[in-house]
């Protein structure tokens, strides 16, 4: 932390499935005192599947959150805080997607929302397809689509497309791997 700021306490708020609230007491350097959320997350891994003709695999699933219907790439929260991105973005693909496979590269890393949790996301492109089975957790309810790169670029634009992992993963993809205009 910086000088002008300290975190004089830490208490748990809340412990939950997939994230620990915390209330944090800050102090700064002119005397005040305030409190502050934090949200601790173990992690994510998501993955961009690149079909042989260029299309992108998206999923659509509900997101209680929003309480409607959105689209993604696939993605999951680390099953350890320890394991490899790579092998959550593998598991996952397979899991959403029915496809595997053995060509992962790392795309990129993002934070989710800097503000007040500590969410990372590794973020790979998965190219060279093989089919597989779609295993879906219980209550995971998925549909799979394939996209072109056109495609998803207008429908971030549109608004239709608003998660932040995907916003970032299909820009950054077609920056780094496709001459793609609109």
């Known amino acids: 932390m910086s000088e002008e700021i300290r975190r004089v306490k830490r208490e748990l708020a809340y412990h939950g499935t997939v994230v620990d609230v915390y209330k944090d007491y800050m102090e700064f350097a002119n005397?005040?005192?305030e409190e502050w959320d934090y949200i601790h997350h173990n992690g994510a891994a998501a993955v961009v599947p690149?079909?042989?003709?260029g299309r992108i695999l998206m999923v659509t699933q509900y997101r209680n959150a929003?309480?409607?219907?959105?689209?993604?790439?696939?993605?999951?929260?680390?099953?350890?805080?320890?394991?490899?991105?790579?092998?959550?973005?593998?598991r996952e693909l397979e899991e959403e997607t029915g496809y595997k496979s053995d060509h992962l590269e790392w795309l990129l890393t993002l934070r989710t929302t800097v503000a007040l949790c500590n969410e990372r996301i590794e973020i790979f492109v998965a190219k060279d397809l093989k089919p597989s089975k779609q295993k879906l957790d219980e209550g995971e309810y998925v549909t799979v689509k394939?996209?072109?790169?056109?495609?998803?670029?207008?429908?971030?634009?549109?608004?239709e497309i608003e998660d932040s992992k995907t916003v970032s993963a299909v820009l950054a993809y077609g920056d780094r791997f496709a001459a793609c205009k609109m």
């Open 66 to 90: 929003l309480d409607r219907m959105t689209l993604e790439i696939p993605a999951g929260k680390l099953d350890a805080p320890d394991e490899p991105g790579i092998e959550c973005a593998a």
């Open 31 to 33: 005397g005040s005192t």
């Open 50 to 53: 690149v079909l042989d003709d």
């Open 146 to 159: 394939a996209y072109t790169l056109e495609e998803l670029k207008r429908k971030i634009y549109a608004g």
